[in-house]
């Protein structure tokens, strides 16, 4: 059914059709201002405020203020029950019916069961932990504090893993000392083939020198391809190192991210802010480029 569908089968004043609290409501002209201007402070006073009920023609709640309100001053309660008492001869309850109205009006509007209530009830502003009440703001802090901590903890992990002694620099150190150690037996390999040639040439002579010379050479190139593969493997390992570091900087921020919403829609109150939260010891371009 179309909201225009809906409307139509409001009743007791219900004019229009708002969302209030996350679902579909049957609600008057006033409650539809409230709710159009003030968000969901418009919807929290509309819910307060309206009679609650199922409309039983299309099962959404509604919020007109003719229920108990109603009741209290034109209905069974009030002027209604007060006549019938009249005219059954029960002036006691007529008396109670009369001055009861002046009561019922202040608690349907500004009292316990009006704005009253709003403010001061038990899920009030002053009493509960909704937008604007002291629990609000408390819980709000604690969830600040919590977020906060989860971030120095990301923080202080990367900062271990980045730092001096960490797993990057520990792993850097491991392939600069394995490509020195490569570099060595490079040197080594080439020294050793000068003097194992020299005195192959002694032996053969002039005649055998040249092909000593081209076996040389052969071996020498040899030894070359091997260096070129090993600076190559060094390479590799150190870019793979910066990128795996890069890659968990970005996760760390992604991570912040993340708490820092899951933070502010924790909140309770409207005004609360994740802005307050540090993370000044994570810099993400110091470690993307």
């Not at 609600?27 to 039983?56: C, F, H, L, R």
């Not at 919020?63 to 001053?73: A, R």
Request: glycine share 16%; hydrophobic share 30%.
């Amino acid at each position: 059914m179309d909201n225009r569908s809906l409307v139509k089968k409001g009743r007791k004043g219900d004019t229009k059709i708002r969302n209030v609290l996350g679902e579909k409501a049957h609600v008057n002209k006033t409650e539809a201002e409230w709710i159009d201007k003030m968000g969901i402070v418009g919807q929290m006073i509309t819910a307060q405020e309206g009679s609650g009920t199922v409309n039983p023609e299309t099962g959404l709640r509604e919020y007109g203020w003719f229920g108990d309100f109603w009741d209290n001053t034109i209905g069974v309660d009030g002027l209604w029950g007060a006549a019938t008492d009249l005219f059954s001869g029960d002036i006691g309850g007529f008396a109670s019916g009369i001055w009861g109205i002046p009561g019922a009006v202040w608690d349907h509007t500004l009292g316990t069961e009006g704005l009253g209530q709003f403010v001061h009830g038990d899920q009030g502003f002053l009493q509960g932990d909704y937008p604007g009440s002291d629990k609000g703001w408390e819980k709000d802090q604690e969830m600040l504090e919590l977020g906060q901590g989860q971030i120095d903890d990301l923080v202080a992990q990367f900062g271990q893993n980045v730092g001096e002694g960490g797993k990057y620099a520990q792993q850097t150190e491991f392939a600069t000392e394995q490509w020195g150690g490569q570099q060595a037996d490079y040197q080594f390999g080439s020294i050793g083939l000068d003097k194992t040639m020299d005195a192959q040439r002694g032996y053969a002579g002039v005649a055998g020198s040249g092909i000593i010379d081209q076996r040389q050479e052969y071996k020498q190139d040899q030894l070359n391809q091997q260096l070129d593969q090993s600076r190559l493997g060094y390479e590799k390992n150190i870019f793979d190192i910066e990128q795996a570091q890069t890659d968990e900087a970005w996760s760390v921020q992604a991570a912040i991210n993340e708490i820092m919403s899951n933070t502010a829609s924790s909140f309770s109150n409207l005004h609360s802010s994740v802005g307050g939260m540090d993370y000044s010891g994570f810099d993400i371009d110091d470690y993307t480029g």
